[in-house]
């Protein structure tokens, strides 16, 4: 029997083809972003399912996480780089969604984020998100609900100031730099619940840590945090 929606799956992508993002190759499911050999390729770091991980540690005495993880690591001139990329600076935010997809299959790897209440991802300076169109850590969000289920929450905390890209600084003046700059706006929607925030990638951890005191601060909540990308 014909399955009527790979058909039309097929019959699209003679309309709309579309290469792997990683060698180019035309050999593609429609649904993939890139091809089965640039696939296995990808550097997953394990880190979702694993307590203590790297990323885990970045928080350590900062801010109190039940759990966090990073789903791949990011190296200079690696495919991972060149789809992050794409996502923030090319406007490709399939790129977000195809990504959250394989952080909700490794979720479903592992308990320890099971009692995850909501998802909220990383807020955007709103004239940022204006100028890029969306915000990428909301089109991974998307991907992971896809397979792992789960609300997400977009409006109940707010980025209110723009900040400039504080690599140069050391991690004093970059705590200071981001106080202030998250606000929550929804305090009902999270109190009591275990929020899981969601970020493209994780350097210092000085913005997720600001973001996540912010939704601490509300009663009874607690936090987990995963990025896609981890940078060594
Ligand atoms: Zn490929």
């Avoid at 972003?33 to 540690?57: Q, R």
């Avoid at 929607?189 to 005191?213: F, M, N, P, Q, R």
């Amino acid at each position: 029997m014909i399955k009527l929606t790979s058909y039309f799956n097929d019959f699209a992508h003679l309309f709309f083809p579309h290469v792997c993002e990683g060698c180019g190759t035309d050999v593609l499911n429609n649904e993939s972003l890139i091809c089965a050999a640039c696939f296995v390729k990808l550097p997953e770091t394990g880190f979702i399912k694993e307590p203590n991980n790297p990323a885990e540690k970045i928080f350590y005495g900062r801010i109190k996480v039940e759990a966090a993880g990073s789903a791949f690591y990011f190296t200079k001139h690696s495919l991972l780089q060149h789809l992050i990329f794409q996502l923030k600076y090319r406007g490709n935010k399939d790129v977000g969604f195809y990504l959250g997809k394989l952080m909700g299959s490794q979720l479903m790897q592992t308990n320890r984020f099971d009692d995850v209440d909501v998802i909220i991802p990383l807020p955007l300076n709103p004239r940022k998100e204006r100028k890029r169109g969306y915000n990428q850590a909301a089109m991974i969000a998307e991907g992971i609900i896809e397979v792992w289920k789960r609300p997400i929450l977009k409006d109940a905390v707010q980025r209110l100031v723009f900040t400039e890209t504080q690599t140069h600084k050391d991690r004093i003046s970059r705590w200071q730099t981001m106080e202030g700059v998250f606000a929550t706006l929804n305090e009902e929607a999270i109190k009591s619940k275990h929020v899981l925030l969601i970020d493209d990638i994780v350097t210092t951890g000085a913005t997720l840590e600001a973001c996540g005191e912010k939704i601490l601060e509300v009663p009874d909540t607690k936090l987990s945090i995963i990025t896609a990308a981890y940078t060594i």
